[in-house]
């Protein structure tokens, strides 16, 4: 059973590149989300989705764009990616019923823009 | 605004030497507070999920507890193995997703 998991485990990009960050879960989970981790600021929702087709955005939405075509998948694209966005982004997802705050996390995609 | 603060950012204890992980959060409403714990390189790990004041949750040494305002996670002598991160989250209300506000994380050190 691999739970959540992200590819790929590690990117760098040059100014205005776009990339996409592919995450799968194989538990059924309805609800995934995309978080950043910054040192000194935690961990930080982007976007995230509560069920195949539908999306809404966290806290830190800006540059960043999401799709769920397939229940268990959930993309995160960068359309041009600036230096701000050097960050570990990590995929999660939780049930869509009770304990939706305990989230299964993948082990994070680390990304360097240049 | 919904904001958790965890203290110490960092905290090095001698193996067997009990203490405690504060969380200090404001939100509206509160739905639950979570705790985790994070290994370098890897992504969290979901430990407790605490709902309303008093209630108390343990695993093997660890025990977090929850007031109105904060909670606590306390490590009964600690073994290096459980040197990590460890992260505070709530979930406010009306949010029944996995929305949750993260503190920045207290990093533990057991030395042996």
């Known amino acids: 059973n691999a739970g959540v998991t992200q590819t790929p485990k590690f990117r760098v990009l040059k100014t205005g590149q776009s990339m996409t960050l592919l995450c799968a879960q194989d538990?059924?989970?309805?609800?995934m989300y995309w978080y950043r981790q910054d040192p000194g600021m935690g961990l930080r929702l982007i976007h995230y989705?509560?069920?195949?087709?539908?999306?809404a955005k966290g806290e830190v939405p800006d540059g960043y764009n999401v799709s769920r075509l397939k229940k268990q998948n959930f993309l995160l694209g960068l359309e041009s990616a600036a230096p701000s966005q050097t960050s570990v982004y990590f995929c999660?997802?939780?049930?869509?019923?009770?304990?939706?705050?305990?989230?299964?996390f993948g082990e994070g995609s680390r990304l360097t823009v240049l | 605004e919904d904001q958790v603060t965890q203290s110490p950012e960092a905290l090095r204890l001698q193996e067997g030497e009990s203490s405690s992980l504060n969380c200090s959060y404001t939100v509206s409403g509160l739905r639950g507070l979570f705790w985790y714990r994070q290994d370098p390189g890897k992504g969290p790990e979901f430990l407790f999920t605490?709902?309303?004041a008093g209630e108390e949750k343990e695993k093997e040494r660890l025990k977090a507890t929850l007031t109105k305002k904060e909670s606590f996670l306390h490590i009964t002598a600690p073994k290096p193995e459980d040197s990590a991160t460890y992260l505070c989250a709530v979930q406010a209300i009306p949010s029944n997703t996995g929305k949750l506000i993260f503190g920045q994380g207290t990093t533990l050190q057991v030395k042996p």
């Open positions: 999660a997802s939780s049930k869509g019923t009770a304990n939706t705050g305990e989230l299964f």
């Open positions: 989705s509560v069920g195949e087709g539908t999306t």
């Open positions: 605490l709902y309303s």
């Open positions: 538990m059924n989970h309805e609800y």
